[in-house]
């Protein structure tokens, strides 16, 4: 279940184009993290595969159905959290289950109590910092009864010290669940210490000029970014982005 | 014969509406409403006020039965084929005319002349003053005419203007008894042709032809109403009071008392108009450009619905 | 309720004051100058006169508060319709919100005479002006909220599946609600002054009509009465609104 | 301009559909059911007295257009004084806004023959209500544009070290100006209207005193011809108020 | 010129206490970082020291004047963007030298055109991306006339490729203007890489946990991020910060 073929995607906007040939799959039970820069269009991607825009080319399958411009077949997280501010953690949490016709508020309270926030299931959104948001943001596409979980930067927003306790945290969980995601994010250690693969996006426009399978061994535990080992990868990670000269003129 | 429905108590129901708020004009109504004149007549009567909107359309439209209208209304109204019929005078004369506080000094036509006069902006305002003063060859256009809209009265003479058109029933009398004393010029000292009949009970066309009965039922029981009011001045002014609370008691009282020997006045019954009246008055409108075209006036009145003498 | 008084107290108090200084004033000024009360009564004499005269008044009041009331219910009723209609048909709303915004240029006080003429003198063209008073400002409210939905959270509930219904009910809807509220307050006081508006164009009883006849036996004490009645109407249905809103609206920060 | 004419294009097309629509069920109604004109005027009927009559209109509309103006530019700038230094002074604000609120409930047709006593019968009193129209949808759109700033913005200027003036004339004003321009728009409208109203008091011409002698000769189709001049003149105004937000605002997303 | 010292500074919110006794010191053209979690209160202290909140005790001087409670004395970077939708990157990056009356806009466009930004002058922040946004914001804070720089997570929403890119242009300009500044960050490769000093920040309420004195010379490079030393010193801290069980509670 779960498993994503994305076929030579192209998408302008006003007649600059933004994405072009885009051809990746992800396999049931994956974790591939694409690694881009900011506004090299990783979120018009998750757009496209979650039917809020329609590609000028190509197409996405979820399982062998055609799911090109149709809705609500993942479950996603965005780069702001969107919670509703009327409603509290709890009730944000349950949203996704609830667009879906099943609300499970025994397991949303438990994971709650898992990503750190007990206690606040009945706060409102505006009691909490702008991490713990982002948190309960998560949480809730966690909850969410798709198989496909598309991450949009969902750490950028936390601190490197609870960001690396999510790390974990996300891990443990996808392993008990084993949910595919589609990660995106411009941080190399974030995707290099999550991914079983990693795609490295080119940009203007955004192509897939680098693909690394990542070997290290799970679980994985926080001293792993500490290794000689991870260093390495970073390093050759790092010189694949200079040598294509990525980063620098992204945004002109 | 009548089309009108019943309501349970075997009572012909049907509106009258008013032309302004409920005053001494009325009194007749009233009394005819406490004394069960109309209920003997088996009718169940409904007083309304008409606010903004006019009581000859809502007649005309068949929105009321009955209406409090005026000659010059119904005058042009019929120009325009609205099916207004007056069906009865109120007050025999007209008891209009321009009023002032004494301290301006007007005292003639002649008198206007650089002073404010304040209206309502209609065409029949002026026609009327440039024939008083065309009388005594005073110059219309030395006069300042003034739209002072609904602002009353004693707010008016206060501010800017000199002079305005006033029932002397109502507002004459609200004067005497502050103790403000004016100078009334009466239309009727005037001319003849003004002499024309203000307020008028006034129906539409459909409720002749269809409801007959029901006008001739309606006017009997008014018709009480009014000769009561003329015999006992006092205690039809409580009865109107008593309907309508909120008026000042001794306002009413008083323009109760001034006006009890004007409603038949030397009308050989109440109500009765003649159409000598109606035709000098159109022809004086004429005229003057404010009708564009002539009305056969007896269409637009009639006395058929009033009860005989001695009925 | 403690809390609530409270905060009564603490919003109203400086405002109290400033009334009482202008009445005061006003007090002062009208006995000075000697004016006399049919020109400008004072407060006093309009307390007074409110006070003795109170038991005259009450089937007065009743009336306007229930046509008020029954019109402000309509008037929001389809206000709120309208809006939601507008919403789900983006095609509709192109072609009507202009004659909607159109529609409110035609002067109501113009319109009511026909209305009377055509509907007659029944409740129905009184509950017809309120509703036609009322309703705008909530359509335009609720129009702005549904609006107003932050495009993220509109994102997030379109992405993970949300169709119409769910977008409206679960996002738009509660995210009107503030905006709403004010909607629903402006429609409050205007339901109490089209009430009284719509009174003028003949009716038996209602604040209205008692203004109406005070002013043509010259109480200009009365018609002040009448005012001071209207405003205090026109504050408790404000003030009831706000308490609902104070009970409804969770989880977002109000203004300083 | 000719982008503006395509815009005008694009989103008017439907609406002007729909009102024609609208005019000529009217029409055939009114033939059909033979509606009398004093009644209810055919649309024909009231564009052919409009278009043969329009010579003798002419004074009335440049009078109502005239005092429509004047009231509406006084009003605003008054509205904007007011919601500058209640912005300012927020312990005046607090004692004075609800008391503004509570003002509106004041029936503008009761406060004129007062307003007249005090002002005579020129074009001052007329002035003032149009006046006082106009303001109050000035004055509550300008605060909730002050105080809809954004937090963090307001926190940065604070920090950098912006004093109140800096803080105001950089930040709120400017954060404002949509919020101004939706009162803007609601004052332009209303002036029209209250313009209308203020010649009920009293004037020598104007589109008011046009629609009274109309009603008062029985003549609907001038009572409508006049409802027509005033909703276009309402629609120019709201057009020029536009027209004026489009070159003013930038770099601010329009809703979709 | 800009020299902060901070002495004893306390803060409680409703009875919440969030600083407790901070004392630092942040000498004339030094770089010190402040290292917290998300919520330990680094933008309260920053708001204490820009004078928005008073201190329930202690001082804040800069360069021997007491300016507790006192505001402008600071150049400020917030959390988010904050730019003036209204006004043009170019007039949004002058505003901070607006509000003291001199307005260098040859210098700005020079700025702008460093940051990347070159022919955006013009374009107004709703155009922009969020990392874009966030720079000229940066651009703005040191165009500003004060002479102490509070940058607070200034880079959080920018990706990590062109994060780079501006962290060491963004030592190239101080190295030319010589800057006191005063920096929060949850990152330890940013407070590396940047810092002459880094203070942790322990939560709940905050207090100064460890202090490190960083001994890279300067010019930095990025190549410093991969070697052994900058790897060995992010083990130090990150095992400071273990030990002292910062991170995973610190949001409840
Ligand atoms: N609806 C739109 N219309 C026009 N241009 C758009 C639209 N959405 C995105 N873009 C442009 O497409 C490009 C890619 O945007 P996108 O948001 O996908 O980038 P991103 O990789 O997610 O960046 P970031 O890391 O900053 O979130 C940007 O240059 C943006 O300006
Ligand atoms: N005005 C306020 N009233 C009450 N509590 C506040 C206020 N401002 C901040 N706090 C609380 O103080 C604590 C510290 O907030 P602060 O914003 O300083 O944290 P931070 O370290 O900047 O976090 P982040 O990295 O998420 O920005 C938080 O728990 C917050 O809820
Ligand atoms: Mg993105
Ligand atoms: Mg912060």
Known sequence: MGALEVKELSKSFDGREILKDISLHVEEGEFVTILGPSGSGKSTLFQLIGGLLNPDHGAISLDDDNITGKRGFISYMPQQPALLPWRTVLDNVILGQELHGTKDKVKAKEMIQKAGLGGYEQAFPEELSGGMKQRVAFIRALLSPQSLICLDEPFSALDDFTRQEMHEWLLSIWSQYKRTILFVTHNIDEALFLSDRILVFSSNPAQIANEFVIPFSRPRKQELLLTEEFLKWKRKISSTIVQNGLGGESDE | ?311 | MVKLLGTLWRKGWRPALVLLLLLTIWQVTVKVADVPTWLLPAPSVIVLEGWSNFGNFTHHLQSTIGLALTGFVIGCSVGLLVAILLHLLPGVREAVYPLLILSQNVPIIVLAPLLVIWFGFGVLPKIIIITLVCFFPITIAALGGFKNTPPEMKHYMLMAGANKLQLFSKLEWPNSLPALFSGLKIAATYSVMGAVISEWLGAKQGIGVYMTLASSSFRTDRVFVAIFIVMILSLLFFGVITLFEKLLIKGRRKGD
Chains 1, 5 share one sequence.
Request: glycine share 6%.
């Open chain 2, 1 to 311: 014969e009548d089309s009108k429905s019943k309501n349970e108590d075997g009572l012909t129901e049907v509106t009258m509406v008013l032309d302004w708020t409920p005053n001494t004009n009325h009194t007749g109504l009233y009394v005819a409403q406490e004394k069960g004149y109309f209920k003997d007549e088996g009718l169940e009567v409904e007083i309304m006020m008409p606010g903004e909107t006019g009581a000859d359309q809502l007649v005309a439209a068949g929105r009321a039965d009955f209406g409090i209208s005026a000659q010059e209304a119904i005058t042009e109204a019929r120009v325009q084929d609205v099916p207004i019929v007056s069906i009865g005078a109120i007050i025999q004369h007209n008891t209009s005319g321009f009023a002032s506080p004494v301290e301006k000094n007007i005292t003639s036509p002649k008198d206007f002349e650089g002073k404010t006069y304040g209206g309502w902006g209609a065409p029949v305002e002026e026609a009327v003053i440039s024939s008083l003063m065309e009388g005594e060859n005073a110059d219309i256009n030395k006069l300042d005419i003034v739209n002072m809209g609904n602002t009353d009265f004693f707010t008016a003479v206060k501010r800017d203007i000199d002079f305005a058109w006033i029932y002397y029933a109502w507002t004459g009398i609200e004067a005497e008894i502050r103790g403000d004393d004016l100078n009334m010029m009466y239309l009727t000292d005037f001319s003849d042709q003004l002499d024309y009949y203000t307020p008028v009970i006034s129906t539409n066309e459909s409720m002749i032809n269809k409801n007959p009965d029901t006008v001739k039922a309606f006017m009997a029981a008014v018709t009480k109403g009014y000769q009561f009011a003329i015999e006992n001045p006092d205690e039809a002014a409580d009865i109107l009071v008593k309907a309508v609370p909120d008026l000042d008691a001794e306002l009413v009282k008083k323009s109760q008392q001034w006006l009890a020997t004007r409603y038949q006045d030397d009308a050989p019954r109440w109500g009765e108009q003649k159409e000598e009246i109606w035709e000098n008055y159109m022809n004086w409108m004429f005229d003057r450009d404010l009708l564009e075209e002539k009305i056969d006036v007896k269409k637009a009145f009639t006395n058929e619905f009033l009860p005989k003498q001695g009925e």
